[in-house]
């Protein structure tokens, strides 16, 4: 009799998992992944993490991608342009939306980067905020915001306001 107490004081005190809990937890794993495969330059390990329809938005409003064209990209700017990406900082919040245009379980990463070129220019210091819906493992849409216009003043550009 003592043996079925004690099993059953153990099932009681057991620490119960949250479902929705467990899924934020595991997208932010996918995120997290994801951004290390990021900061490796390993074109070939983000495209497991990116679904088949995957559509990414931003920094400018008429920027869009799709799997294949983001994996292009990212290999020419690993194999051209960038010597290495490091997040400084990277903080991460996962939720899940349920109304609007395009609901599902997100994942909202700030974080801190500092980029160094193979030409030697910079190195360009940038927040960024990136937000990515998870469905099955996947990343099936993202929106990357981060201010342009400083990254390439960072980079020796010059801008000349006109009034009118």
């Excluded at 153990?10 to 467990?22: F, I, N, Q, W």
């Excluded at 993490?49 to 938005?57: E, I, N, R, V, W």
């Excluded at 099955?136 to 550009?157: C, P, W």
Aim: hydrophobic letters at 35%; aromatic letters at 10%.
């Amino acid at each position: 009799m003592k043996i079925i107490y004690v099993c059953l004081l153990v099932v009681a005190c057991a620490p119960r998992t949250d479902p929705l809990e467990k899924i934020r937890q595991e997208n932010v794993a996918v995120v997290e992944r994801y951004i290390k495969a990021v900061q490796s330059r390993d074109a070939n390990a983000m495209t497991e993490f990116l679904s088949d329809d995957y559509k990414g938005y931003g920094p400018s409003v008429a920027d869009s991608t799709n799997k294949t064209m983001a994996v292009e990209n990212w290999k020419y700017l690993t194999e051209n342009l960038y010597a290495s990406i490091d997040y400084t900082r990277s903080v991460n919040l996962a939720a899940e939306l349920k109304d609007g245009p395009h609901p599902g379980n997100y994942v909202s990463n700030w974080c801190h980067l500092v980029i160094k070129f193979k030409d030697g220019r910079g190195p360009v210091s940038l927040n960024v905020n990136a937000v990515y819906r998870i469905e099955n493992g996947k990343i099936t849409l993202s929106r990357t915001f981060y201010n342009e216009a400083d990254v390439l003043r960072q980079l020796g550009y010059e801008f000349t306001l006109v009034s009118h």
